[in-house]
């Protein structure tokens, strides 16, 4: 896998900033959002999923900015985008031009990056400068927030660390809801790209492993989640790959015992995709 390295402009130094925190004004506590974000061409077309976006969109407080964890950056280390605007990322093969087409200019959130970088302790977190929005971030924050006003920067995962790690790294970030800054935590909890159906009905283990993550969500019991493998087979054909379930880890780790937990584009695509949806508030 060709994971992206990141290089820091020679003479740029994070103290020449100062303590971007309290520059900062807290605002009220933003909500968490894990988003299923499926086949890129849901972006473009008419379908349900996008109609949820939509909705979802219309819903929420307008953020000062958000913070994307998107299961197509994968790296060695953790990174944040420093990229102002950022671009957009067209990361797939073989789709119409109109998918190639599609642009999401919003502008970056720098500030925000950098304070990121300085508030989280538990790791190294380096500063990007060439990685932009990709498809799990614009697919579905472009149907959410259309107008492309917000500023967003994308925190890279580290594909060398196990959940666990993912999971306790999520809670250094959570100072940045206080902050006005939404957190999209973008994959799927059952991706089986192998097993896709065009037509027909959804598997029994895409069923039955989308159900068990509902309910430990529900019953708030996060470590049966993090350590999804013990479910045996049917984790294995949901999650043959953890980069989409990776996501997850960050809106477990970032929830806060008060939060309210409801669901939306709890639905199946292509037989083997669960497009579940979270919502923490």
């Known amino acids: 896998m060709d994971w992206s390295k990141s290089v820091k402009p020679a003479g740029m130094r994070l103290h020449e900033f100062g303590n971007l925190t309290d520059t900062f004004a807290a605002t009220e506590k933003m909500p968490l959002l894990f988003v299923g974000h499926g086949n890129p061409m849901l972006a473009i077309t008419d379908n349900v999923f996008k109609h949820g976006w939509q909705e979802l969109g219309r819903r929420l407080p307008h953020p000062k900015a958000i913070l994307c964890i998107s299961a197509h950056w994968l790296t060695r280390g953790t990174f944040v985008t420093m990229a102002d605007p950022p671009r957009t990322i ?17 502008p970056g959130a720098v500030d925000y990056a950098r304070m990121t970088i300085e508030n989280v302790k538990r790791v190294a977190v380096h500063e990007d400068y060439d990685w932009g929005l990709d498809h799990g971030a614009w697919c579905v ?24 790690y993912h999971y306790e790294l999520a809670r250094e970030l959570a100072f940045l809801r206080g902050k006005g800054v939404l957190i999209v935590s973008s994959g799927n909890v059952v991706h089986n790209l192998r097993m896709m159906r065009m037509h027909g009905s959804t598997y029994d283990w895409a069923v039955e492993f989308d159900a068990i993550v509902k309910d430990k969500l529900e019953a708030h019991d996060d ?10 087979r049917v984790a294995q054909l949901a999650v043959p790959t953890n980069d989409h379930y990776l996501p997850l880890m960050y809106t477990l780790g970032l929830r806060d015992a ?15 995709l669960s497009m579940r949806s979270v919502i923490l508030k």
Do not use: C, V
């Open 258 to 272: 008060s939060d309210e937990l409801s669901f939306f584009n709890d639905e199946f695509d292509l037989g083997s």
């Open 141 to 164: 924050l472009k149907p959410m927030f259309p107008e492309g006003d917000i500023p967003i920067f994308q925190l890279s995962i580290d594909a060398t660390q196990p959940p666990q």
């Open 90 to 106: 067209h990361d797939f093969g073989g789709f119409p031009q109109a998918l190639y087409d599609e642009q999401y200019p919003a």
């Open 223 to 232: 470590q049966p989640l993090i350590e999804y493998q013990r479910f045996g």
